[in-house]
């Protein structure tokens, strides 16, 4: 079945720094691909919706220059927190979905990011 | 607005018995339906899911009920066991895609052996 690869799947880094997390699907093309914040005991939260080979479409208070996309293949879209805060700190995942409107949408696992 | 309400927040079952959890949303618009499970430190995974031109969807132990007058519907878990342990949410998109979900608050469901 299709599968969705997110890596790391844990980081540890120091305020002011930058940490990329990869997202891939592992046996279809995802044109679209969904990055969700998740904290603690909360459901899953869009942060922004990624297209291959365009902007991505950020939800209503998410900074774009924070938290920036890369999807720069049909394969692989990247969220980097830009200069990380603790309030950073949360479980971020990707999610994707194959090129049908009704192809069912797969998560990767997740990556706990902790910003010191 | 909360556009898909979940509850409850969390339940305890004796293994052996029936797990309901229930959602109920409020955009008419919405037309696909899928549950999610989510284990401590994981992505959630598709469990089950339904459109509104049925009323009733069963994959083994799992079925979702659906009402579409009362823009509610629920996930039954039969005999639940403590591998079933995890959180559970419900979700609803609109347009035919399974794409751009809308998420319930999630429902944290704890099996005793």
């Known amino acids: 079945g299709a599968v969705v690869s997110q890596h790391p799947s844990w980081v540890i880094c120091k305020s002011g720094t930058s940490v990329k997390i990869e997202c891939r699907s592992l046996d279809f093309q995802a044109t679209t691909m969904f990055w969700y914040r998740q904290f603690p005991k909360q459901s899953l939260m869009l942060m922004a919706t990624s297209n291959e080979g365009s902007k991505a479409t950020y939800e209503q208070g998410v900074e774009k220059d924070k938290f920036l996309i890369n999807h720069a293949s049909l394969t692989l879209s990247t969220l980097t927190v830009t200069s990380a805060h603790p309030e950073d700190s949360s479980f971020y995942i990707c999610s994707a979905s194959g090129p049908l409107g009704n192809s069912p949408l797969h998560f990767g696992n997740g990556t706990r990011l902790t910003v010191t | 607005q909360q556009q898909v309400k979940q509850s409850p927040q969390s339940l305890i079952v004796q293994k052996g018995g029936i797990s309901i959890i229930n959602c109920a949303y409020e955009?008419?618009?919405?037309?696909?339906f899928p549950w999610y499970q989510q284990f401590p430190g994981k992505g959630p995974a598709l469990l089950i899911a339904?459109?509104?031109?049925?009323s009733e969807k069963k994959e083994g132990r799992f079925t979702i009920s659906f009402n579409k007058s009362a823009k509610q519907f629920s996930l039954h878990i039969m005999d639940s066991q403590p591998g079933d342990s995890a959180t559970y949410f419900c979700a609803a998109s609109k347009g035919g895609s399974a794409r751009q979900l809308t998420f319930g608050s999630g429902t944290q469901l704890t099996v005793l052996p």
């Open positions: 339904i459109r509104p031109d049925v």
């Open positions: 955009n008419t618009a919405f037309d696909y």
